[in-house]
């Protein structure tokens, strides 16, 4: 099965990508070795991500500048240069502008201080890019990746490659998929946790809302006992004076309203 990413329009005809990864946040690099002699794949380029939850959730590539070149046939540069130094690091143009950053500035990013190297067309899959081993550094994952992208001689292969990886004496726990099903699970609708906190936000408000409506109902009654009493001792029956107090309301809802 090919597998496709919006922001690799320019990459060879013969290009293909699948994605290796487990369910840990990361695992060691040398599975890119093993995987580089599988028959039909042309390039490996492991990666470190990281989320970044500082003004929204974003994800954070950390990436070995040659081999991620290899797979995804390079960023497009708007300004400035690739990264050099350690603490360099790549946004794209979607992320400068929202950030309001340009080539030279620093970036705070995991508590430390990035230099904006340069601005790079959107749809690499992130929107920010560091030098791998500068963030397994600072994550205290050192040679570990998060997932690896395989680039496949022919987009026909990508199925023969991930069924050789998909073998359990090659990579026992690995999850193997195209590169196309990992863009839905970067989606909001993926971040962990996130569904349980909208669950419990919406049953909080729920919770509130009806202790607001039995509270209002509770007061109206007791400001009304005076009135009870009185149809009570004119020998009213329950069901009328609830009959009375509702006409009541709704008289008074539709003059508000």
Known sequence: MSASHPGCSRKPQSASKALARTSCCSLPRHPS????DLKYVQAVA?????????????????????SFREVTGGFIFLSGRDMEAPDDVLVDDWA?????????????????????????????GSRVFVPIATLQDLVGAHDKASIFFIKCTR???????????????NFPGYTIRPLKDLLSLMTSTN???????????????????????????????????RDIGVLKSLGANAPFIIRALFRRYRFSSLRRG
């Open 33 to 36: 070795n093993k995987i580089k």
């Open 46 to 66: 492991p990666a470190l991500l990281q989320f970044n939850s500082t003004g929204g959730v974003e994800v954070v590539y950390g990436i070995d500048r040659d």
């Open 96 to 124: 400068a502008r929202a950030k309001n950053l340009k080539v030279g500035d620093t970036y705070n990013l995991f508590n430390n201080n990035w230099h904006v190297a340069g601005i790079v067309e959107h749809g690499k």
């Open 155 to 169: 987009p026909e292969h990508a199925e023969d490659v991930m069924e050789e990886m998909r073998k359990p004496e």
């Open 191 to 225: 971040i962990p946790g996130l569904q349980v906190f909208i669950d419990a936000m919406i049953a909080l408000a729920v919770s509130i809302g009806l202790l607001v409506i039995f509270l209002t109902l509770y007061t109206t009654v007791i400001e009304r006992t």
